[in-house]
Nanobody
Framework: QVHLVESGGGLVQAGGSLRLSCTAS????????MGWFRQAPRKEREFVAA????????YYADSMKGRFTISRGNAKNTVYLQMNSLKPEDTAVYYC????????????????WGQGTQVTVSS
């Protein structure tokens, strides 16, 4: 069982930056791949970024490449999402999730989810 808690969301102007954190409970954090997803009002949940358990493999949605950076600190049981050059269309609830194995891009492959943190980007 893994319990995930996101933090770092908030209100930011277009072009600004935010850093999201997701802290996991349990001593097996380093064995899980971690992903970030987001869901805007009236839209489906979409993949943002993912990082393998070792941290050696990283994946991004095309629209986030070059703007977002995912990283993890296994010693701190934490995964991060650095978001730069934010746009109003990035406004959404951002969720972190943990996966044992499977497709990094598919939300239904992730077994554990946080409660989400709201990111609002004003124009």
């Amino acid at each position: 069982q893994v319990h995930l808690v996101e933090s770092g969301g908030g209100l930011v102007q277009a072009g600004g930056s935010l850093r999201l954190s997701c802290t996991a409970s349990g001593r097996t954090f380093s064995s899980y791949a971690m992903g970030w997803f987001r869901q805007a009002p009236r839209k489906e949940r979409e993949f943002v970024a993912a990082i393998s358990a070792s941290g050696n493999s990283i994946y991004y949605a095309d629209s986030m490449k070059g703007r977002f950076t995912i990283s993890r600190g296994n010693a701190k049981n934490t995964v991060y999402l650095q978001m730069n050059s934010l746009k109003p269309e990035d406004t959404a609830v951002y969720y972190c999730a943990a996966m044992n194995s499977g497709s990094y891009y598919r939300a239904d492959e992730y077994a554990y989810w946080g409660q989400g943190t709201q990111v609002t980007v004003s124009s």
